[in-house]
């Protein structure tokens, strides 16, 4: 069965600091790999979507890659804010999505 | 469009109550999920439905039952709930697995309250 893991569970940081969220997965058999994020009591918003056949992909600031024969994703988050305090989740899909825990992220002005 | 539209946003319910909430979207989606979320912890799969069949029962309770009547609507209903299953309710939409570009859009959940 698959195991999703994502160390740290939690990170607090000064604005302006870049940072890498981390992602493992014990099965490689996936299709894509797919970072969201999650305000409080909201629903989930995607960030980045990797198919299994490429690397990276990067929006904005943000930046995910994949290695998926070592069962690894990173997020990038470059000159972090304010506004990016949530919680961030990485889930791996083949026929269902499986997510992991998250990293709670605060960002202090 | 890349919206998946939830309703309620919030319910709260008795345990003898029979309720249901409804999820649509209009992306042209077949797949569509039902996850569960507790406080603090991440989505848990409940259903997954393909085509409008079901292809994924988590062995959920059977006081939970979904239905998918066309390509664009999931239901869950909802019976006899305990206040365990007080949660946030998140319905998914994505193309099939399998298919190119399956990125998956979330609704905004209903906070189910079960009293």
């Known amino acids: 069965k698959q195991e999703v893991t994502q160390i740290p569970a939690a990170l607090s940081v000064p604005e302006g600091e870049n940072l890498v969220l981390n992602c493992s997965f014990t099965d490689s058999a996936i299709y894509n790999l797919q970072w969201f994020r999650q305000d409080p009591g909201k629903g989930l918003t995607s960030l980045l979507l990797i198919q299994s056949s490429q690397r990276e992909q990067t929006s904005g600031r943000l930046n995910a890659s994949l290695d998926k024969s070592s069962g690894r994703s990173t997020l990038y988050i470059a000159a972090s804010q304010p506004g990016d305090s949530a919680t961030y989740l990485c889930?791996?899909?083949?026929?269902?999505?499986?997510f992991g825990a998250g990293t709670r992220l605060t960002v202090k002005p | 469009d890349t919206e998946v539209t939830q309703t309620p946003k919030h319910l709260v319910m008795g345990m003898t109550n029979k309720k249901s909430l409804k999820c649509e979207q209009h992306m042209g989606h077949r797949a569509m999920y039902w996850y569960k979320q507790k406080a603090k912890k991440p989505p848990e799969l409940m259903f997954v439905y393909s085509y409008e069949k079901l292809s994924i029962n988590e062995s959920v309770p059977s006081r939970f039952s979904p239905e998918c009547p066309n390509s664009s609507l999931l239901n869950l209903h909802l019976h006899a709930l305990q206040p365990e299953d007080s949660a946030l309710y998140l319905c998914a939409s994505s193309p099939p697995g399998g298919a190119l570009n399956t990125e998956a859009f979330f609704g905004q959940g209903t906070r189910l309250t079960v009293v």
């Open positions: 889930a791996v899909r083949v026929y269902d999505m499986r």
